[in-house]
């Protein structure tokens, strides 16, 4: 018996909110109906969401039970959530499914499904570039935070459609590595009305890459770079947030998809 579609609505409702009360409820039902592994995987994840703003020595405790549980379990959990025959590979997050890896041509098909089976933020997505119009036109974009499209010849064409997409109004990170991406799709980006909440967009290995380079010594940074390319960017278009770090330790330069707000 799946979790009802209605503790998965309450769920998916909270996104702005991070209210965990919802899937507390959803662990409850889990244990009530013979899924007590499945519920423990939920009040695993968010005690340790909490844990990560004040860690202490029982978060090395849970981390192993976590571990544990997903190297034993996970199989199952997946597919007692119904998605296994859709994606590629996955992340539970604060006791859920909210990423997935699949194909662009499978999520446009089947995104209905996957939308009614976990609370989805976080996409990676994979050849992309034959049905990328149709993808960015899709209304399943809606609630999505994150998105990799790394790997899949991307141009400049492209990124119009990306920008102009009426659906990515959440969206805060993105990454785009390894395209052929130049001046003119990067600053389609950073006109885009549709993409006002977005924060941060990783380059590497395009034509251009107009984000910001650090100088760093022994993990600390000691100043942060804008190229030619982004400056050039920041005339055309005004200033760009994405192109920027506030990050002052270089393990911080990629901010965390799961958190970032």
């Not at 395009?206 to 390319?229: F, K, R, W």
């Not at 005004?238 to 901010?255: F, M, Q, T, Y």
Request: net charge negative.
């Amino acid at each position: 018996m799946p979790i009802p579609q209605q503790l998965l609505e309450a769920i998916i409702a909270t996104q702005d909110n991070f209210d965990d009360t919802p899937r507390r409820v959803a662990e409850q039902w889990l244990n009530k109906n013979s899924q007590a592994a499945r519920g423990e995987l939920i009040d695993l994840q968010l005690s340790l969401a909490i844990m990560s703003y004040n860690p202490s020595e029982n978060t090395v405790t849970l981390d192993s039970q976590l571990s544990f549980l997903l190297e034993s379990q996970g199989q199952n959990f997946i597919q007692f959530d119904g998605l296994a025959e859709y994606v590629e590979d996955y992340t539970y997050h604060r006791g859920f499914v909210e990423h997935i890896k699949l194909s662009a041509k499978n999520f446009l098909q089947h995104a209905p499904t996957l939308f009614s089976l976990a609370p989805i933020y976080h996409i990676d997505l994979t050849d992309v570039a034959s049905v990328s119009e149709s993808l960015f036109q899709s209304p399943y974009l809606k609630n999505i935070t994150s998105l990799s499209l790394d790997r899949n010849n991307l141009t400049d064409e492209n990124m119009l459609q990306l920008a102009s997409s009426p659906y990515l109004g959440k969206l805060r990170w993105l990454s785009l590595m390894f395209n052929s991406i130049d001046i003119d799709g990067a600053a389609a980006l950073a006109e885009s009305k549709s993409l006002a909440k977005l924060k941060y967009v990783n380059f590497f290995d395009n034509i251009v890459d107009p984000t910001e380079y650090q100088a760093v010594d022994q993990g600390v940074i000691l100043e942060h770079i804008l190229p030619e390319s982004g400056q050039e960017l920041e005339k055309r278009c005004g200033h760009v947030r994405w192109l920027h770090s506030k990050a002052e330790l270089e393990r911080n330069l990629s901010p965390n998809r799961f958190t970032i707000g």
